[in-house]
């Protein structure tokens, strides 16, 4: 099969030998502040995609991740491109509050909700989104769903947020997002008082159908 390769080199100091093949799991990291879990995502995004990444190295010369995916004809692109436009969308908008440290993630989520006509906010911490969430009550225009990623930076995530949203409001509906599914969280999002779970990568018809039965007062 033909595949498109993606190169990002730096020039830094580079990763010891000994831990190139430990990189990528999860919650492995180096960093004080960091959480170990973005190359986890990438990896299993890649593999998810029937992908893989190729890492070399030096010492105080820098480091070359390489990932390979394989490559589309462009009558399956325009297929997929075009993919759920004829899904039902949901009867009404809704208001919905979207959680996550990284923007990019953010701004893609928010779009594909955006053009299920559906109204979104932002947050990318915890102490805002409770902060946001109580504001929209005031006002008297109420978030319907929270969506709220697992992990967060200084460990205020989904599983701890989601505590003070049910005692702010027992009936709020919130979805836990992840791309690193193994979590007891994402396998049983009911008993930590979610309403449903969203695995990063997410498609559009994926999200289609969680917010159809959530705003119906489904679970999955």
Not at 81 to 89: E, R, S
Not at 162 to 173: F, M, S, W
Request: glycine letters at 8%.
């Amino acid at each position: 099969k033909d595949m498109v390769c993606v190169s990002i080199t730096d020039q830094g100091g580079g990763i010891p030998e000994a831990l190139i093949e430990k990189i990528f799991d999860p919650y492995f990291t180096t960093k004080a502040s960091g959480t170990g879990l973005g190359l986890a995502t990438v990896h299993r995004i890649i593999e998810k995609h029937d992908g893989f990444i190729n890492v070399k190295s030096q010492i105080d010369k820098g480091t070359s991740i390489s990932f390979y995916l394989n490559a589309i004809a462009d009558e399956y692109s325009d297929a997929i491109i075009n993919a759920g436009k004829n899904t039902v969308l949901p009867e009404s908008s809704a208001n919905i509050l979207v959680m996550d440290d990284e923007q990019m993630v953010i701004d893609i989520l928010s779009e594909l909700l955006k053009s299920m006509t559906h109204n979104v906010d932002s947050a990318t911490d915890g102490h805002t989104t409770i902060k946001k969430y109580i504001d929209a009550i005031e006002c008297g225009n109420p978030f319907d769903i929270v969506i709220m990623d697992l992990t967060m930076p200084g460990g205020f995530g989904g599983a701890e947020v989601i505590k003070e949203l049910l005692h702010i409001n027992p009936e709020v509906k919130a979805i836990v997002t992840s791309g690193y599914s193994t979590s007891n969280v994402m396998s049983e999002p009911l008993k930590y008082g979610f309403v449903g779970h969203l695995i990063k990568p997410f498609s559009l018809e994926c999200i289609k159908v969680l917010m159809r039965k959530v705003l119906a007062s489904k679970t999955l």
